[in-house]
């Protein structure tokens, strides 16, 4: 299956500092890529759709201004975390797929995750 | 409001022994999907179910779909350790990659 990165896979900040996390997919170019967020002990959650060259879509109850994403290429989307707080540390998780005509293709592949603390 | 629901939520295995997880699911969508997950990991793909009557099998976990009553089955045969990890199911109902997630069924497998 197709390999998607993800960069860093860990990271602990300050409360009130930023933190940008990478996306990328190795070997395929992916138009469509997903951010998740998941809690200790809890399913993942859909933050939003990043499309490449155009705005992504949040999911509602996401903050767009507190979580900026860009989707500049078709192998890399990054996630950054603005002015970060302790209930912002989560284990962040992208996906990406590629697209055919109008619908994505059935499979989407998932990155190893980034673990972030805010301290 | 599309709900996705697994259950059990946690599931203590026997070794040996078969066990279902079942997903209902609120809303029609043509296309679900199981994972694994790991203690500090990300999602492993198991199953990607694409029709209504689909079934798909790898080693002791067998999935199968009935798009009529939105239910879906993770089957394990004769359990065994290894087996021990997250379950999720998920649904893509508008068939653009917006998974929505069941609330995982945690799977521990003893001797």
């Known amino acids: 299956g197709a390999v998607v990165s993800q960069h860093p896979s860990r990271v602990i900040c300050k409360s009130g500092t930023s933190v940008k996390i990478e996306c990328r997919s190795l070997?395929?170019?992916?138009?469509?890529m997903f951010w998740y967020r998941q809690f200790p002990k809890q399913s993942l959650m859909l933050m939003a759709t990043s499309n490449e060259g155009s705005k992504a879509t949040y999911e509602q109850g996401v903050e767009k201004d507190k979580f900026l994403i860009n989707h500049a290429s078709l192998t890399l989307s990054t996630l950054t975390v603005t002015s970060a707080h302790p209930e912002d540390s989560s284990f962040y998780i992208c996906?990406?797929?590629?697209?055919?005509?109008?619908?994505?293709?059935?499979?989407?592949?998932f990155g190893p995750g980034t673990r972030l603390t805010v301290t | 409001e599309l709900k996705v629901e697994q259950n059990p939520l946690f599931l203590s295995m026997q070794e040996g022994k078969n066990y279902t997880i079942y997903c209902n699911y609120s809303?029609?969508?043509?296309?679900l999907y199981w994972y694994r997950q790991d203690p500090g990991k990300s999602l492993e793909s198991l199953f990607v179910?694409?029709?209504?009557?689909a079934v798909k099998q790898e080693g002791r976990l067998m999935a199968s779909l009935d798009t009529k009553a939105r239910l879906s089955t993770l089957h394990i045969t004769a359990a065994v350790h290894d087996l021990s990890a997250t379950y999720f199911c998920a649904v893509d109902p508008d068939s653009w990659g917006k998974l929505q997630f069941g609330a995982g069924t945690q799977v521990v497998v003893t001797p």
């Open positions: 070997d395929f170019q992916a138009t469509t």
């Open positions: 179910l694409l029709s209504n009557g």
């Open positions: 809303t029609t969508s043509d296309r």
């Open positions: 996906s990406a797929s590629s697209a055919a005509g109008a619908r994505l293709l059935h499979e989407q592949y």
